[in-house]
């Protein structure tokens, strides 16, 4: 099956910065989410990304379909945003079945 | 935008009793909701789609007879843990896509989850 790999594992910040975290597929997809989990389990979708770049606040994604990555930027970080970041992929001509990453861990310091 | 209504949040159950969960969509027609159970620090497990009006499909190593679910309307699926004994504590989300696909739809929407320990 498809191979959903995010990086990096783990992620602590100071409040204010920067950040971007990375998800890698191994196969053609027809769409990706990215989703935040917060301290109480509530899965939030933070963008619906198949393909190109939108933003929303601080926060921005990009997908380069043809080179089979995401990538999801923070900046200027608050507490508010830890939690767990997770990638989702449904593979092409698949069974519209998401398949998800281990997720990055992040912790946002203040 | 779509909201998918999760019951309970957290139960706390008697070993070999059964608990069940619900799932709602509440403002779209879910014909599939799919389940995931979750264990600390880890990702999400997917344990089994559901179609309404249809048997579930069951991932594999996922006990059917253990997890019952039913997907009765276009806007509720349960799941039913039978026969709960410890190890089955964990973290319980389900999900939801409208159908058919079109032009406004913005991915899959998840319910609040339901924490379950099992005593």
């Known amino acids: 099956g498809i191979q959903v790999e995010q990086s990096p594992p783990d992620l602590i910040l100071q409040e204010g910065a920067n950040s971007t975290l990375r998800c890698n597929f191994s196969d053609s997809v027809n769409n990706l989410q990215w989703f935040h989990q917060n301290p109480w389990g509530q899965l939030i979708n933070l963008f619906y990304i198949p393909s190109g770049t939108k933003q929303n606040g601080r926060l921005s994604a990009t997908t380069v379909a043809t080179e089979r990555y995401s990538l999801l930027y923070i900046s200027s970080s608050q507490t508010t945003d830890s939690g767990v970041y997770f990638c989702a992929v449904e593979l092409s001509g698949g069974s519209y079945i998401p398949t998800f990453g281990r997720g990055t861990s992040l912790i946002v310091h203040p | 935008g779509a909201v998918v209504s999760q019951h309970p949040s957290r139960v706390i159950c008697k070993s070999g009793t059964s608990v069940k969960i619900e799932c709602r969509s509440l403002?779209?027609?879910?014909?599939?909701m799919f389940w995931y159970r979750q264990f600390p620090k880890k990702s999400l497990m997917l344990m089994a789609t559901s179609n309404e009006g249809s048997k579930a499909t069951y991932e594999q190593g996922v006990e059917k007879d253990k997890f019952l679910i039913n997907h009765a309307s276009l806007t509720l699926s349960t799941l039913t843990v039978t026969s709960a004994h410890p190890e089955d504590s964990s973290f319980y989300i389900c999900?939801?896509?409208?159908?058919?696909?079109?032009?406004?739809?913005?991915?899959?929407?998840f319910g609040s989850g339901t924490r379950l320990t099992v005593v």
């Open positions: 403002d779209f027609q879910a014909t599939t």
């Open positions: 999900s939801a896509r409208d159908a058919p696909r079109t032009r406004k739809w913005s991915g899959y929407t």
